[in-house]
């Protein structure tokens, strides 16, 4: 056999197993993952939290919250809200925080308080690298009451 017949039976062989990684799927327009619990309830008292990175957020978000966009910043949010026969009122606190990452490397979050309307929410900011997961401790103390949230973010 010539070289430019092998040639050919290599390049064919080699799109054929490509074709057979696919399973003969089409490409798949990526799909949200929907977001991990973002809420815990202590008696009638619900703490809402998540992190997520700040370039992630709009303009008008990050506006809205004092926060400055950047690849290396992810913004925690804590919000308090004393539920009564099924609605959400405003519950004022303090709130502390600490942020983990796989190493074990320790940040406090330290934490501004922002009125948004008839909520106050409570605004914090922690470094974060690309493609890293960080274990997230948050203390909510209301009425003289503490109670702690614990949840995991990947970036």
Same mark, same amino acid.
């Given at each position: 056999?010539? $070289?430019? +017949?092998? !040639?050919? &039976?290599?390049?064919?062989?080699?799109?054929?197993?490509?074709?057979?990684?696919?399973?003969?799927?089409?490409? #798949?327009?990526?799909?949200?993952?929907?977001? *991990?619990?973002?809420?815990?309830?202590?008696? $009638?008292l619900r703490v809402h939290y998540n992190a997520l990175p700040t370039m992630s957020m709009s303009e008008?978000?990050?506006?809205? &919250?004092?926060?400055?966009? $950047?690849?290396?910043? *992810?913004? +925690?949010? =804590?919000?308090? #809200?004393? =539920?009564?026969?099924?609605?959400?009122?405003?519950?004022?606190?303090?709130?502390?925080?600490? +942020?983990?990452?796989?190493?074990?490397? #320790?940040?406090?979050? /330290?934490?501004? *308080?922002?009125?948004?309307?008839? &909520?106050?929410?409570?605004?914090?900011? =922690?470094? +974060?690298?690309? !493609?890293?997961? &960080? !274990?997230?401790?948050?203390?909510?103390? /209301?009425?003289? #009451?503490?109670?702690?949230?614990?949840?995991?973010?990947?970036?």
């Amino acid at each position: 056999m010539s $070289d430019s +017949v092998m !040639r050919t &039976y290599a390049i064919s062989g080699v799109l054929l197993l490509l074709a057979a990684c696919s399973g003969g799927e089409p490409p #798949r327009v990526g799909e949200l993952v929907a977001p *991990a619990q973002a809420s815990t309830d202590f008696g $009638d008292l619900r703490v809402h939290y998540n992190a997520l990175p700040t370039m992630s957020m709009s303009e008008a978000v990050a506006q809205k &919250y004092g926060v400055a966009k $950047d690849p290396g910043t *992810a913004m +925690v949010f =804590v919000g308090m #809200r004393r =539920v009564v026969e099924g609605n959400e009122f405003n519950a004022e606190g303090d709130v502390a925080g600490r +942020v983990f990452d796989l190493q074990g490397k #320790r940040q406090p979050i /330290v934490f501004s *308080a922002v009125d948004i309307g008839e &909520y106050t929410d409570h605004i914090g900011i =922690v470094e +974060v690298g690309a !493609r890293d997961s &960080y !274990r997230f401790e948050v203390g909510a103390k /209301v009425d003289g #009451r503490s109670h702690i949230v614990k949840f995991q973010r990947n970036f």
